[in-house]
């Protein structure tokens, strides 16, 4: 999400390179257990050997989900494609590496973000102070109950973050109503759902931080939001 080098348990991530998977890409699989699958496409990521659960493989990217047991320092990372290991790389594990999704899948610009109507937050659809909005984010860490890898979030017992989840939007203090899994959604994936300041700042880019523990979200992310119709008196 953000294109930090670091990577933190549970994360999604993105590695790009050449004859990394299959010439036509390959998306998320359900396994027979319901979990995410930890082979599509004839491809694996492995973390110090240990096989992540992958969200999509092609020639030149493979996504996947960093293992909830990998800890603090540094893993190596293998990608195989149809039995051929890469050379392993060192990656670096920290505890939260925040990232939030932007719409455009390159780490800056408009989040992907959900206003309190059930309608995308765009430019041409901005929120309203005192709204609420939801959106994505990856790589906060360790969860409680415990991280499962590959775990599609259910309704009930929903996971949290260990660590503490803070906002900002437009450079003021936002109340998080809620951090935790996304329903429907790979355990890895946090769903914020951000109260906008009634005093918020307006514009179609509003900046959007997010901290989780120690760890801030990539500089460049924004959300619109909406400036409040003045009242007008009805003539009498």
Known sequence: ASYFPAVSPGELIAIF???LGPATPAGLQVDASGSVATTIGDTQVLFNGVASPM????????????PFGATTGTTQVQVQYQ?????SFPVTVVAAAIGILSASSNGVGQAVAVNQDGTPNSPLNPATPGSVVTFLATGAGQWSPAGVDGEIV?????????????????GQPAEVQYAGGAPGIVEGVIQVNLLIPAASQTGAAVPLVLQVGDSISQ?????????????IAAPR
Request: zero cysteines; glycine letters at 12%; proline letters at 10%.
């Open 55 to 66: 969200i999509f493989a092609s020639a030149s990217q493979v996504n996947a989900v960093v």
């Open 154 to 170: 259910g309704s009930g017992d929903l996971p949290r973050p260990i660590l503490p989840v803070r906002a900002l939007v437009g």
């Open 17 to 19: 390179g050449s004859d």
């Open 83 to 87: 039995g051929q290991d890469s050379t």
């Open 219 to 231: 500089p460049g992310i924004t959300l619109a939001i909406r400036s409040s119709a003045p009242a």
